[in-house]
């Protein structure tokens, strides 16, 4: 199965986490900023953060210019230091896309200034890589 890691990050904890899910299958996780080629693709997953409620708009635009008929599924992981964040925009404009879109979206607990100082840790990523295969058996199976 061909698997991708994008992230998006202002203060890297997404490339932490998309790092660790990226190990869990041998992979590299790679940064959006450097357009990585999306060619037949199985899954992806897409790790970014939020900023004043909401995603970078300019990942978002990245987003919205990914091509359908090279992602056949993507799956969401989105941190924040609320930690309640449900990734809406990043899955919105996947749908919008024309991608289809894992149910299950995985929301990681980050830190901002001295709040949940230390997140995402070592439970997080765990968590986070767990995630990552339950989707990938669920999907192996369709
Ligand atoms: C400028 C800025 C604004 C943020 N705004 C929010 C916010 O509105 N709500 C929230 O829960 N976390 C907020 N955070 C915390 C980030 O979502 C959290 O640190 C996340 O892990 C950042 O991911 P990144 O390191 O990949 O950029 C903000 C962080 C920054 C730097």
Redesign the pocket.
């Known amino acids: 199965m061909n698997i991708k890691i994008v992230?998006?990050?202002?203060?890297?904890?997404?490339?932490?986490?998309a790092q660790a899910i990226a190990n869990g299958f041998n992979i590299q996780a790679e940064n959006y900023l450097n357009n990585p080629k999306l060619e037949d693709v199985d899954l992806l997953f897409l790790?970014?953060?939020?900023?004043?409620?909401?995603s970078?708009p300019k990942f978002l635009q990245y987003v919205a210019s990914l091509n359908p008929s090279s992602i056949r599924i993507a799956a969401v992981v989105?941190?924040?230091?609320?930690?309640?964040?449900a990734s809406e925009g990043v899955r919105q404009t996947l749908k919008d896309a024309g991608i289809v879109v894992y149910p299950e979206a995985f929301i990681?607990?980050?830190?901002?200034?001295f709040?949940?100082m230390g997140?995402?840790n070592q439970t997080d990523l765990e968590s986070a890589v767990a995630y990552a295969h339950r989707v990938r058996e669920a999907i192996s199976g369709q």
């Not at 790790?47 to 909401?54: L, N």
């Not at 990681?108 to 200034?113: D, E, S, T, V």
């Open positions: 992230y998006a990050t202002k203060t890297k904890h997404s490339r932490k986490i790790v970014s953060g939020i900023y004043g409620g909401v970078d989105t941190n924040s230091a609320g930690g309640t964040f990681c607990r980050g830190a901002f200034l709040f949940y997140h995402p």
